[in-house]
């Protein structure tokens, strides 16, 4: 656990509720995520899991209950914020500059822990040169790390999907948070990629001591890597517990085969791992 952490879980969320006019996108939500721990979130579309994504990176506004990062609320945090505090995401479709090489996109994610430093180093040449140099090596190791090397240089619009995926989870990992949020990593992904995420998920965390939030629709990928699973249903958590406990649970089953009292409900995703 680092020093600089009170006793407690690393991310907590208590009684969340978020509005969009008529529909109560979440709904009394509340979970907590271990410092090391990997934590699924599931449910079918329209659930509520991007929506509690946005919120714990201040992208939504929250209209009741608290998210508390490290033992501080993370409501008064302004959102720009967020990366400093330790917490990178990723997102479902994935958010990079398109125009930039796959070096300039793993750098941007780095610069943040060069903060303000930088900027004041930028005005004096030769700390400016260093300092770049620096963040160039760095970029440099998470490339290495994430099998990018040969594309370093490409730029991101020329590449495959699964591509730019990784380079957005190596942009993620530059900024060297403490808790990594990853929106359905496998999405868009073929059968052998995916296979090959959850290698890297599991292999990163040993290797980094991440905290990881992940939201997936892949059964196998959220039921293989989580010690936790949480399942959503229009905005309510039915569930929580192991893997097991979650997959075989009857609101979780009722949720994904559309039962009662849910009965219009259906989804892309089955409960089996
Ligand atoms: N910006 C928004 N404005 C209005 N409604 C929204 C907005 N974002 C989400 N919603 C609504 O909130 C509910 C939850 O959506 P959300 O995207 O969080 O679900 P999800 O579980 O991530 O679904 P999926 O698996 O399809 O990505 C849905 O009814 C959705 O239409």
């Given at each position: 656990?680092?020093?600089?952490?009170?006793p407690g879980?690393?991310?907590?969320?208590?009684?969340?509720?978020?509005?969009?006019?008529?529909?109560?996108?979440?709904?009394?939500?509340?979970?907590?995520v271990?410092?090391?721990?990997?934590?699924g979130?599931?449910?079918?579309?329209?659930?509520?899991?991007?929506?509690?994504?946005?919120c714990?990176?201040?992208?939504?506004?929250v209209?009741?209950g608290?998210?508390?990062?490290?033992?501080?609320?993370?409501?008064?945090?302004?959102?720009?914020?967020?990366a400093?505090?330790?917490i990178?995401?990723?997102?479902q479709?994935?958010?990079?500059?398109d125009?930039?090489?796959?070096?300039?996109?793993?750098?941007?994610?780095?610069?943040?822990?060069?903060?303000?430093?930088f900027?004041?180093?930028?005005?004096?040449?030769?700390?400016?040169?260093r300092?770049?140099?620096?963040?160039?090596?760095?970029?440099?190791?998470?490339?290495?790390?994430?099998?990018?090397?040969?594309?370093?240089q490409?730029?991101?619009?020329?590449?495959?999907?699964g591509?730019?995926?990784?380079v957005?989870?190596?942009?993620?990992?530059?900024?060297?948070p403490?808790?990594l949020?990853?929106?359905?990593?496998?999405?868009?992904?073929?059968?052998a990629?995916?296979?090959?995420l959850?290698?890297?998920?599991r292999?990163?965390?040993?290797?980094?001591?991440?905290?990881?939030l992940?939201?997936?629709?892949?059964?196998?990928?959220?039921?293989?890597?989580?010690?936790?699973?949480?399942?959503l249903?229009?905005?309510?958590?039915?569930?929580?517990?192991?893997?097991l406990h979650?997959?075989?649970?009857?609101?979780v089953?009722?949720?994904?085969?559309?039962?009662?009292?849910?009965?219009?409900?259906?989804?892309?995703?089955?409960?089996?791992?």
């Amino acid at each position: 656990m680092n020093e600089q952490t009170p006793p407690g879980p690393l991310l907590r969320c208590q009684d969340v509720r978020v509005r969009f006019g008529g529909i109560l996108a979440l709904d009394g939500v509340g979970f907590d995520v271990n410092e090391g721990a990997i934590v699924g979130i599931i449910g079918p579309n329209g659930a509520g899991k991007t929506t509690l994504f946005n919120c714990i990176s201040r992208l939504y506004p929250v209209h009741g209950g608290d998210i508390s990062f490290a033992g501080r609320s993370l409501l008064a945090t302004p959102r720009h914020r967020i990366a400093a505090l330790g917490i990178a995401r990723t997102f479902q479709n994935v958010a990079l500059f398109d125009t930039l090489s796959v070096a300039e996109n793993v750098m941007l994610g780095a610069h943040r822990r060069f903060g303000r430093g930088f900027v004041a180093d930028a005005l004096r040449l030769r700390s400016a040169v260093r300092a770049g140099r620096e963040l160039s090596n760095e970029a440099e190791r998470w490339l290495a790390m994430l099998g990018l090397e040969g594309v370093a240089q490409r730029r991101v619009s020329d590449l495959p999907f699964g591509t730019r995926k990784r380079v957005e989870l190596a942009r993620a990992l530059a900024g060297k948070p403490r808790l990594l949020m990853l929106d359905e990593p496998a999405a868009g992904l073929n059968h052998a990629e995916v296979e090959e995420l959850t290698v890297r998920i599991r292999s990163l965390k040993e290797r980094l001591g991440l905290t990881i939030l992940l939201v997936e629709h892949h059964m196998h990928v959220v039921m293989s890597l989580s010690d936790t699973v949480i399942a959503l249903d229009f905005g309510r958590r039915i569930a929580a517990g192991t893997p097991l406990h979650v997959q075989q649970h009857p609101d979780v089953i009722r949720a994904y085969l559309g039962g009662p009292p849910h009965t219009t409900r259906s989804s892309s995703a089955k409960v089996a791992s």
